[in-house]
C-alpha cells in the first residue's frame, strides 16, 4: 500500500531562513509527487508537482522539490521564507494516471514564521 | 479557466439535524469530483469520489453521502448529524491523468 510521511508536524524558521520539509513515500511504481500548501480557513494550493524529467521542479511562490528515487524522498525547500509562508504543508503522491482516488496525502507540516 | 466552489463557507448545526454541502466546478467538462475532510490537527481523508453523473463511490463507512446531481455538482449530506462529523469538509476536482484542485472549504462545527 502507499503511503506519505512528513515526519515534522510543527517547524518553526526565522523570517529570511532557508527550509526544508520533508517528505517520504512509500510507493510500489513510478509515482506522481505533490506538494500543497493550506493557510488558516483555506483550501489546498498546487505548489508544485513532479512527473517526470528533471528530478529538480520549480514551483509557485519561489519553492522547489527535488525528486530522489534512492531515498523515497520528495522534500520541499525555499532558499529564504517570508512570514506570509505560514501555513500547513501537504505531500501527496498518486499513480500515474494520476487517478485521484488513489492519491494519499502525508499527515501535514505546520509553518510557523518568527519575525 | 477552471474554477471551484463550494458553500456554505462556515456552518453551525446541532446534532441530529441535516447536513447539505455543495460544491460545483465551472469552465470543464465531465470532471473527477471528490469530497475530502480535514479534522482537526489531522490529514485529510477521501470519503467520496464521482468520475460520472450518479456515479458515487464511498471510501469509508460514515454517516454522510453523495450526490452527483449533474455534471459539474457534487453535494455532500447527512440526514442527521453527528458530533464526530466535525470539521473541515474540501471539494476537489481533476480530469483523468491530471493534478486534483480543490475548493476554498466548508467548515462544519456540530454542536
Known amino acids: 500500500a502507499q503511503s506519505v510521511t512528513q515526519p515534522d508536524i510543527h517547524i518553526t524558521v526565522s523570517e529570511g531562513a532557508s527550509l526544508e520539509l520533508r517528505c517520504n513515500y512509500s510507493?510500489?511504481?513510478?509515482?506522481?509527487l505533490f506538494w500543497y500548501v493550506q493557510s488558516p480557513g483555506q483550501g489546498l494550493q498546487l505548489l508544485l508537482k513532479?512527473?517526470?524529467?528533471?528530478?529538480l521542479v520549480q514551483g509557485i511562490k519561489g519553492f522547489e522539490a527535488e525528486f530522489k528515487r534512492s531515498q523515497s524522498s520528495f522534500n520541499l525547500r525555499k532558499p529564504s521564507v517570508h512570514w506570509s509562508d505560514a501555513a500547513e504543508y501537504f505531500c501527496?503522491?498518486?499513480?500515474?494516471?494520476?487517478?485521484?482516488?488513489?492519491?494519499?496525502f502525508g499527515g501535514g507540516t505546520r509553518l510557523m514564521v518568527k519575525p | 479557466s477552471q474554477t471551484i466552489h463550494q458553500w456554505p463557507a462556515t456552518l453551525v448545526q446541532p446534532v441530529g439535524s441535516p447536513l447539505s454541502l455543495e460544491c460545483t466546478v465551472e469552465?470543464?467538462?465531465?470532471?473527477?469530483l471528490y469530497w475530502y475532510r480535514q479534522a482537526a490537527g489531522r490529514g485529510l481523508q477521501l470519503l467520496f469520489y464521482?468520475?460520472?453523473?450518479?456515479?458515487i463511490s464511498s471510501e469509508v463507512p460514515q454517516n454522510l453521502s453523495a450526490s452527483r446531481p449533474q455534471d459539474r455538482q457534487f453535494i455532500l449530506s447527512s440526514k442527521k448529524l453527528l458530533l464526530s462529523d466535525s470539521g473541515f469538509y474540501l471539494c476537489?476536482?481533476?480530469?483523468?491523468?491530471?493534478?486534483?484542485?480543490f475548493g476554498e472549504g466548508s467548515w462544519l462545527t456540530v454542536v
Open positions: 476537489a476536482w481533476n480530469l483523468d491523468g491530471n493534478t486534483i484542485y
Open positions: 510507493y510500489g511504481a513510478t509515482p506522481y
Open positions: 513532479y512527473f517526470s524529467g528533471d528530478t
Open positions: 501527496a503522491v498518486g499513480p500515474a494516471n494520476n487517478a485521484g482516488n488513489m492519491l494519499t
Open positions: 469552465g470543464t467538462s465531465n470532471p473527477n
Open positions: 464521482s468520475v460520472g453523473i450518479g456515479q
